[in-house]
Every structure is written in C-alpha cells, then in structure tokens.
C-alpha cells in the first residue's frame, strides 16, 4: 500500500489492496490507530477528526467502546487552558458530583435525551436545585458540542433534553438596615477580622476582591482602592490570586472613612503582628493577612462573621456576601442611582444590578416621583 508518509500525530492517508483507504495517525505514546473509508475524502475526513480531537485534549478510544465518562474527562482537558483555574474547578465538581456518577459508565452511542432527563430528575430526587441542575445540563451540551466537533457523536443528544425549569428568585437578597449595620462595626470592633468586615460592609467588595488586595492597591492619602485582582483556591487547595470576575470588576474606590479607617487599623494591627512573627513573617504585600503575613482563608472569615452575628445578635442566616447586599441597599436608599451602584459594585450590566436589587427599585421610583413633583411645585 502507498503511503504518503507524515510526522508523527500528523497522520498518513493511502490505499489498501481491498480498494479501500485507511487514514492513520501516531500518538504520542506511540500507539497506532487507523480509520477507513469507501473513498479517500472519507477516510481523510474520520483522520482530521481524529487530529482535532488530539490537539483539543481528547483521546482516541475505540468508538464504540467510548463512553459519557471518557467525553467528560477529555472535554475538561480541553478546557484546562481555556478557563480560569476556579471555573475547571466548579466544572470538575459537577462532573465528579453529579453526571459521572448518573452518565459516566454509559456508552455514547446509547447516549440519548431520555437518560440525560433521567439524570437530571435523579438529581431533583436527591434535593438538588433547578439552577445546579439547569448547570449540569449547559455542561453536558458543551461536552457534547465538542464531541460532535471531534467525530465522537453524530448528534448532540444534549441539545434535546428539556431543561429544568428556572426556579423563580425565593425572596429579596438579606441586608443590614442602618441601625443594623452600625450594631454590627460595634459588634467586630476588637475582632481579629474586624478591619475586613468594615470595608467589606462600607465598599460592597466581593470577599475574594478584599482578599486580593495590597498595599499598593490603597491610597490613604487620597482615599482611593484599586480593585485588580480576586483570590480564589486553586487546585491544589491554596489560596492564589487571579484576575477580577470581570472587566467591569476592575475598578477604583472612593473609601468611605468607615473603609478608611478600616484600613488605618489593619495597618497597625499588621505591624504589630510582623513583630510577633519575627522571622517567621512572610511580606508579601496583602492588606488582609493571616499571623504571619499570609492572605486569609476565606473559610476562616466566614466563620468568625458567624460568631460575628451572634454578639450583634443579627440573625444567623445572614452570610458574609450579604454585606455586599447591605452596602447597595445603604446606597441606594441613601439616593444613589443603580448606574453607580452598577461601578461600585463591579456588576458587568446594569440589568444585573436592577434584577438583585429589584425589590427596592419601586421605593426609588416614589422617591423621585416625589422629588420631581417638588421640582415642580407639586401638592
């Protein structure tokens, strides 16, 4: 059989003596596999699959023997460059968590509409939520998109389950009223993540936002913060820093002198914490540290806002991100419009703002209805 011969995982196409054309390709382990086909452009089309689905991350099992499982785990492979660290992670959950353990040993061939609603009312049994679930389901189309794209399946059968239907919003998003709030800054004023807290409530940052921040972010003198970066857990467990949710969350502050102050505080208690660490203090340039100089643990945060909200005597349900709900509904009942509200925040569209905070746009719409008709000089 002629060959026109190629580098390896590049592939070679010709003709076999029984009139039909094999396509192969090397691995990079070394492995062979061949694809045939009645015509040259077929075979040729089963290899650029086969090339496409190597480049992409995906493997080359035997058709028929792939399954659920392996589409998933390939497709995540796939996207390691292509998403951020804490998206793999959330993408790799949902798969460990919930479609492997219901799709993973089924064939992709048998792969069909009615067993993904069959996973996915396995999940409702099991208390999940619509919005995990309608997750599951975006997930699961993806990994099925990019199957088709690398000859794997036919079809999307994905494209074809029915979603779970949305579930409509429970009730308004928890915040501190004035009073609340104020009880809350008397309530964390000695505590170890009191500085935390007070910005978090008087800027309406993201946790992983105040986290991130440095020194060099901040600017007492002029009372400015520069939001640039995010911290989130990566992969192997530690804290790292990465960029912002958005290009809208990339944003400078105005502080507040509550935040100011906040700041002023952390500073001193972090000078005398470096001194206590002698040694053993790690400078690496964050705002918020831990005893010795390493960015504090989320988890650790959470915890201390919930012995928080028992000496305040708040209600227990509250979370640390209600703080950001609290800092909008304070500016927005002050007469702050949502557009600045929409920057402070870092939200991506103003929709976004409106829909969180929709409970309250009604009491801003009287609000300058009655101060339109005193413009006017209305009754």
Same mark, same amino acid.
């Given at each position: 059989?002629?060959?026109?011969?190629?580098?390896?995982?590049?592939?070679?196409?010709?003709?076999?003596?029984?009139?039909?054309?094999?396509?192969?390709?090397?691995?990079?382990?070394?492995?062979?596999?061949?694809?045939?086909? *009645? %015509? /040259?452009?077929? $075979?040729?089309?089963? #290899?650029? &699959? =086969?090339?496409? @689905?190597?480049?992409?991350? +995906?493997? !080359?099992?035997?058709?028929?023997?792939?399954?659920?499982?392996?589409?998933?785990?390939?497709?995540?492979?796939?996207?390691?460059?292509?998403?951020?660290?804490?998206?793999?992670?959330?993408?790799?959950?949902?798969?460990?968590?919930?479609?492997?353990?219901?799709?993973?040993?089924?064939?992709?061939?048998?792969?069909?509409?009615?067993?993904?609603?069959?996973?996915?009312?396995?999940?409702?049994?099991?208390?999940?939520?619509? *919005? %995990? /679930?309608?997750? $599951?389901?975006?997930? #699961?189309? &993806? =990994?099925?998109? @990019?199957?088709?794209?690398? +000859?794997? !399946?036919?079809?999307?059968?994905?494209?074809?389950?029915?979603?779970?239907?949305?579930?409509?919003?429970?009730?308004?998003?928890?915040?501190?009223?004035?009073?609340?709030?104020?009880?809350?800054?008397?309530?964390?004023?000695?505590?170890?993540?009191?500085?935390?807290?007070?910005?978090?409530?008087?800027?309406?940052?993201?946790?992983?936002?105040?986290?991130?921040?440095?020194?060099?972010?901040?600017?007492?003198?002029?009372?400015?913060?520069?939001?640039?970066?995010?911290?989130?857990?990566?992969?192997?467990?530690?804290?790292?820093?990465?960029?912002?949710?958005?290009?809208?969350?990339?944003?400078?502050?105005?502080?507040?002198?509550?935040?100011?102050?906040?700041?002023?505080?952390?500073?001193?208690?972090?000078?005398?914490?470096?001194?206590?660490?002698?040694?053993?203090?790690?400078?690496?340039?964050?705002?918020?540290?831990?005893?010795?100089?390493?960015?504090?643990?989320?988890?650790?945060?959470?915890?201390?806002?919930?012995?928080?909200?028992?000496?305040?005597?708040?209600?227990?349900?509250?979370?640390?991100?209600?703080?950001?709900?609290?800092?909008?509904?304070?500016?927005?009942?002050?007469?702050?419009?949502?557009?600045?509200?929409?920057?402070?925040?870092?939200?991506?569209?103003?929709?976004?703002?409106?829909?969180?905070?929709?409970?309250?746009?009604?009491?801003?719409?009287?609000?300058?209805?009655?101060?339109?008709?005193?413009?006017?000089?209305?009754?």
């Amino acid at each position: 059989m002629a060959q026109k011969k190629r580098g390896n995982n590049e592939g070679s196409l010709g003709k076999r003596k029984d009139g039909r054309w094999e396509a192969r390709v090397t691995l990079p382990d070394g492995t062979r596999r061949s694809f045939y086909g *009645r %015509t /040259r452009e077929e $075979a040729a089309r089963k #290899l650029a &699959q =086969a090339l496409r @689905a190597v480049q992409e991350g +995906g493997s !080359l099992a035997r058709p028929g023997r792939r399954t659920v499982g392996d589409l998933l785990d390939a497709w995540l492979q796939a996207k390691a460059g292509q998403v951020r660290p804490g998206t793999l992670a959330s993408y790799r959950w949902l798969v460990d968590h919930h479609l492997r353990p219901r799709l993973g040993a089924v064939r992709l061939a048998a792969l069909d509409a009615a067993r993904i609603e069959a996973a996915l009312a396995e999940m409702r049994r099991a208390g999940r939520s619509a *919005r %995990t /679930r309608i997750y $599951a389901l975006t997930l #699961l189309r &993806q =990994a099925c998109k @990019a199957g088709v794209r690398w +000859g794997w !399946l036919g079809t999307n059968p994905a494209t074809l389950a029915h979603a779970p239907k949305a579930e409509e919003r429970p009730h308004a998003p928890a915040f501190l009223g004035p009073d609340e709030a104020r009880r809350f800054l008397h309530a964390v004023r000695d505590d170890a993540y009191g500085p935390l807290f007070a910005f978090l409530l008087a800027t309406g940052c993201r946790l992983g936002e105040a986290l991130a921040l440095r020194w060099a972010d901040v600017d007492l003198d002029a009372g400015l913060v520069a939001i640039t970066g995010t911290l989130r857990r990566g992969p192997d467990g530690r804290p790292e820093r990465g960029e912002p949710k958005t290009a809208r969350s990339r944003r400078t502050l105005v502080l507040p002198a509550v935040a100011l102050e906040a700041f002023r505080e952390q500073r001193r208690r972090q000078a005398a914490a470096r001194l206590r660490a002698g040694s053993l203090w790690q400078d690496l340039g964050y705002v918020f540290t831990s005893a010795v100089g390493t960015p504090v643990d989320g988890r650790n945060a959470r915890r201390a806002f919930k012995a928080a909200l028992a000496r305040a005597g708040l209600p227990p349900a509250l979370r640390l991100h209600d703080l950001r709900h609290s800092a909008a509904s304070l500016l927005l009942a002050q007469g702050a419009d949502l557009r600045t509200v929409m920057e402070v925040l870092g939200h991506s569209q103003i929709g976004v703002t409106a829909d969180v905070y929709v409970h309250l746009v009604p009491a801003l719409k009287r609000d300058a209805a009655a101060k339109l008709d005193a413009a006017l000089g209305g009754p």
